[in-house]
């Protein structure tokens, strides 16, 4: 088992920056994928990064490409989510998460990741 706490979250205006961390406990860290994800109430939870075990490779929602940056510290058991260029449509509630098996067809499903975080706050105003 591991156990994720995001960190982060805030209120920032349009064009602004945020960088959330996910701090890791519990199994080696360095051993999961981890993604973060977020979720606009009523509407289902989406896919925004994720990176591999070693941060070799990562992947991004297109609506988050060249605007957001997921690295990891496996020596510190965190990731982060750098977010630049922040837009009203991304004012969400941010997971993190954490998977054993990754592929190329499964990263951006919720099921593929059994581990989450609570969450934290993101809102974007202009």
């Known amino acids: 088992q591991v156990q994720l706490v995001e960190s982060g979250g805030g209120s920032v205006q349009v064009g602004g920056s945020l960088r959330l961390s996910c701090a890791a406990s519990?199994?080696?860290?360095?051993?999961?994928?981890l993604g973060w994800f977020r979720q606009v109430p009523g509407l289902e939870r989406e896919f925004v990064a994720v990176?591999?075990?070693?941060?070799?490779?990562?992947y991004y929602a297109g609506s988050v490409k060249d605007r957001f940056t997921i690295s990891r510290r496996n020596h510190e058991d965190t990731v982060y989510l750098q977010m630049s260029r922040l837009k009203p449509e991304d004012t969400a509630v941010y997971f993190c998460?954490?998977?054993?098996?990754?592929?190329?067809?499964?990263?951006?499903?919720?099921?593929?990741?059994?581990?989450w975080g609570q969450g934290t706050q993101v809102t974007v105003s202009s």
């Open positions: 990176t591999t075990r070693d941060g070799g490779t990562k």
């Open positions: 998460a954490a998977a054993a098996v990754l592929t190329t067809t499964n990263y951006f499903e919720t099921d593929t990741y059994p581990h």
């Open positions: 519990g199994r080696t860290f360095s051993t999961y994928a």
